[in-house]
């Protein structure tokens, strides 16, 4: 490869370097700063976190987070180990079944099915209802911090099961064959050999799942839990105003438990990334199941199936329902939540079209233009560009919310109007908090396309920017474009930024409108069918891009 | 490693296997005594590897049977076969250390922890790893690695050996002492043992007999000097060493159905007025103790190895050569 450093590279590092200063590193660095001077602007102090650990709310909401987030990987991860482990070591047709719903949850954040959950599995939703006329008890699944572990488990365990599925699946197949060989079977096998090598993506999968949920603030909030901390954070700055120090203080703590979170994930995995990835003989053998096995496997999976499928169910039912309450089923049904939804709603609707497309255009320009100066050229300080843009992944969405808040509020335009209250900057967050995301799929675009093909054309006299224009852009074109769907999709359904940054509803996406109806029994059925909308949005999305990957895959006569 | 009660011998009859419409196996039977050291010899693909993890009960056969010490081992999963099996990427488990690796089996089989530490530290000494204990794989080279493996098998006492190409993540140096090794080590256990392999030479230096095999069928069973002398086909006598196989169109007198082959070290060059056999040399290698020539036969080329004494003359390409071939040389063997 060759070092020579154009003016267009150094030009664009610079935009770029300049861009994620002012949409990410100061929103932030604010935030911190905030969170550590005296009310009214004084010097800097660490009065504010005493007053955080003098405050039994705040150290009330703290372990209430802690302590959810832990027990929603506890039962995500009793959800996703049995599913993982037959769909991998067991000839069962139920497989593909697994592969197909259990990713289902991935494309609708759990707010968003919050109170159909309600309607479902609450003190006085169907489950209980039946249970309660048939074996005179209930179930308190959503009872309080239960309700969000409940809901948070089901949306979040497909990202352990993909982790730890696809880590199973790598382990050399002659591991456990040897381990067989050598006198052991069955579930003692899997605890001996298999788990240990697997542990490192059950991790990665584990460490996601308590950061996301730590760091959510729409679905306690829908199911009325205040006492946890990322919507305190918000309270606090929505309902006390934007001079209230306790906000940023909540803020600097949410950043500090996910970088901790991430940093014990890596010092964990340390040492244990097993490449044990095929060497010899194809796949693992995967064993037969007996008649007796088959059903209970079937059961496992049908049982937990039902689950990840109740949010989506419970939903479709109650924006068709005219009435549900202390019923198993709605009284009637109806269309009109949709006519109301496509009618005087339809804003949110254009919005989240708008807000998305834009988001998800930014961030694969600048996903890509990052992949290509760490990857393709010699520029010093190139990788603090990637390690940046990925430090997005450890601002939850409400800091980086109030950040914008806090640094853009005192920028007035000519005219007068706070920058912080222009829709463009809720399109930039929504892009910041995506921008990881597109980065990867850029990555992985980028390292499939040999530098040879580069270099030939370079040989035959191209220029560096035409063979940037010519060879790299077309080849990485499917990448990108599953990139830019994959933000897109993810983006429709950014709420935690959201929330704080919409200042009038003409500006809201579906999200947020989605989140205010939700709020009132009347708005219920408008706000699923703007679900519905957002869930249809998303999943069309997810399998357009699976499409592009598979052409340009196919177009490139890869093996798949 | 105490010595095993008694060697136990292997008999396989009219084994058939299939994976879907590939019929991999066809119509196995063998018969292994016992101690002794067996190899599977044959290219890839040629079910050699998969006949032996039938024996450990990693491939299911549709007919036929497995006799081990005279019992029948198709009911039998692989956990309770009791047949060590070294793996041919060896398989050591990267989350536990070199003693946790070899005391593995012996902790399924419950055995009481001083017996288990005795046996792991005995095993670790017979292949001269006891240092190595607290280690992880990835931190002991290729060799020793294999040694693990090794180790890790032997140190449950099983009935049989099975080796899955050993040598074939080593390095052409390291080969030659760790098949030394794994030879001396069999003989010194009497452990009956089997060894697949797709190099002819390291089953010819360590083994007492092979079975060579090719498209799913044994072609011939023999110690490696009677493969060498007396090849059953011509697969075999092309696969163990180089050999000259003629047809009727090199103007040899060859019998119907039948192809002449001669190892190229048993033929010699001579005048061509004298010779019956005649041909242009089309090339010529040195190869040090030899000198390799290639002579035309009529539509066919034939190679010819000649001994290398210094200034003795060489032919050059081009020359007409004289081919002789003794006739017990010769060997006439099915097309």
Redesign the interface.
């Known amino acids: 490869m060759t070092s020579i450093r154009s003016p267009g590279q150094i030009a664009l590092a610079l935009a770029i370097a300049l861009f994620l200063g002012v949409f990410l590193i100061v929103p932030v660095a604010t935030v911190v700063y905030v969170a550590f001077t005296e009310k009214g602007g004084g010097g800097l102090t660490l009065v504010n976190f005493l007053d955080f650990g003098r405050t039994d709310l705040f150290v009330r909401s703290f372990w209430n987070s802690v302590y959810v987030s832990a027990m929603t990987v506890v039962w995500a991860s009793v959800l996703a180990l049995p599913l993982a482990y037959l769909t991998t070591r067991f000839e069962f047709r139920g497989a593909m079944l697994v592969q197909t719903l259990g990713f289902l949850p991935l494309i609708m954040p759990p707010f968003v099915g919050a109170v159909a959950m309600q309607l479902l599995f609450g003190r006085n939703g169907s489950v209980n209802l039946l249970l309660d006329e048939w074996f005179d008890f209930k179930i308190g699944f959503m009872e309080g911090l239960n309700g969000v572990i409940f809901l948070q488990a089901i949306h979040y365990f497909p990202f352990i099961l993909v982790n730890l599925s696809a880590a199973l699946r790598n382990i050399?197949r002659?591991?456990e064959?040897?381990?067989?060989?050598?006198?052991?079977?069955g579930l003692?096998l899997f605890r001996?050999?298999a788990l240990?090598?697997a542990?490192p993506g059950y991790i990665a999968g584990a460490s996601l799942v308590f950061v996301k949920v730590f760091d959510d603030v729409a679905t306690p909030l829908l199911l009325n839990v205040k006492e946890m901390l990322a919507p305190q954070a918000y309270l606090r700055i929505t309902s006390i105003g934007i001079d209230d120090p306790m906000g940023y203080v909540i803020s600097v703590v949410l950043i500090l438990v996910a970088v901790a979170t991430m940093w014990a994930t890596a010092l964990v995995m340390k040492g244990?990334d097993?490449a044990?990835t095929q060497?010899?003989?194809g796949g693992l053998?995967r064993r037969q199941l007996k008649p007796r096995e088959q059903v209970l496997a079937y059961a496992v999976v049908i049982l937990i199936l039902a689950l990840v499928l109740a949010p989506h169910v419970g939903l479709v039912l109650l924006s068709f329902a005219t009435v549900w309450s202390f019923s198993p089923l709605p009284d009637g049904y109806t269309l009109a939540h949709y006519t109301r939804v496509l009618g005087d709603s339809s804003v949110y609707i254009k919005n989240t079209l708008l807000y998305a497309g834009l988001a998800a255009a930014i961030d694969v320009v600048i996903g890509g233009a990052i992949a290509y100066l760490v990857l393709r050229t010699r520029l010093p300080g190139r990788q603090w560009l990637d390690w940046a843009a990925s430090t997005a992944l450890a601002v939850p969405g409400v800091v980086l919310g109030i950040g914008y808040l806090r640094a853009f509020y005192g920028v007035s335009l000519p005219d007068g109007t706070p920058l912080a209250t222009l829709w463009i900057v809720i399109v930039l967050a929504i892009a910041i908090r995506r921008l990881p995301y597109a980065l990867r799929a850029a990555y992985a675009a980028l390292q499939q396309i040999s530098v040879s093909l580069e270099e030939a054309a370079e040989n035959l006299g191209a220029t560096k920017a035409r063979t940037v224009r010519r060879v790299v852009i077309p080849l990485m074109t499917g990448g990108l474009l599953a990139g830019f769907v994959t933000s897109f999709a993810t983006a429709a359904v950014e709420l935690s930024a959201v929330l704080i940054l919409v200042q009038s509803n003409s500006d809201a996406p579906l999200a947020y409108g989605l989140y205010v109806l939700m709020q009132t029994p009347a708005g219920r059925g408008a706000g699923a069918a703007l679900g519905v909308i957002a869930v249809l949005i998303v999943a069309i999305c997810m399998w357009l891009s699976q499409l592009a990957v598979d052409r340009s895959q196919r177009a490139r006569g890869m093996d798949i | 490693m105490s010595k095993p009660a008694r060697a136990v011998g292997i008999e396989i009859s009219g084994v058939n296997l299939s994976y879907g419409s590939t019929h991999v196996l066809k119509d196995i039977a063998l018969s292994i005594r016992p101690g002794e050291f067996f190899a599977f010899l044959g290219p890839s693909g040629c079910g050699k590897?998969t006949l032996l993890r039938l024996i450990?009960?990693?491939a299911q056969a549709q007919t036929g049977q497995v006799l081990l010490d005279g019992q029948d081992v198709a009911p039998l999963?692989?956990?309770?076969?009791d047949?060590?099996?070294v793996?041919?990427?060896y398989?050591l488990?990267?989350?536990m250390t070199v003693a946790k690796n070899v005391a593995?089996?012996l902790e399924?089989?419950r055995l009481p922890r001083g017996e288990i530490d005795r046996r792991v530290a005995q095993a670790l000494e017979l292949v001269g790893l006891s240092a190595f204990a607290e280690r992880r794989p990835a931190q002991l080279s290729g060799g020793q690695q294999q040694r693990v493996a090794v180790a890790?098998?032997i140190a449950?006492e099983p009935k049989v050996l099975l080796l899955d190409e050993p040598l074939s993540n080593l390095d052409a140096k390291m080969r030659v002492s760790v098949r030394r090794e794994l030879r001396a080590l069999q003989q010194r256990l009497g452990l009956t043992t089997i060894f697949v392999t797709h190099d002819q030479e390291e089953a010819n230096t360590i083994c007492d007999r092979i079975a060579v095999m090719d498209g799913g069928k044994i072609q011939q069973v023999g110690t490696p000097m009677e493969l060498y002398e007396h090849p059953a086909n011509l697969f075999v006598a092309n696969f163990l060493g180089s050999a000259n196989i003629l047809d009727e169109k090199s103007g040899v007198p060859i019998p119907p159905g039948k192809r002449l082959v001669f190892r190229p070290q048993h033929a010699a060059l001579s005048a061509p007025e004298s010779a019956a056999l005649r041909g242009p040399v089309t090339h010529r290698e040195f190869l040090g103790a030899t000198v390799r020539y290639g002579v035309r036969l009529g539509e066919s080329e034939v190679l010819i190895e000649t001994p290398f004494q210094s200034g003795s003359e060489l032919r050059s390409v081009g020359d007409q050569v004289g081919v002789d071939l003794p006739p017990r040389r010769m060997l006439f063997l099915p097309a």
Do not use: C
Request: charged residues 20%; aromatic residues 12%.
């Open positions: 050399d002659s591991m064959e040897a381990a067989q060989n050598l006198g052991s079977h003692r001996r050999i240990p090598l542990l244990k097993y044990t060497r010899g003989g053998a | 590897t450990a009960g990693f999963p692989p956990w309770k076969r047949v060590g099996m793996f041919q990427s398989a488990w990267p989350h593995f089996g399924e089989r890790r098998t449950i």
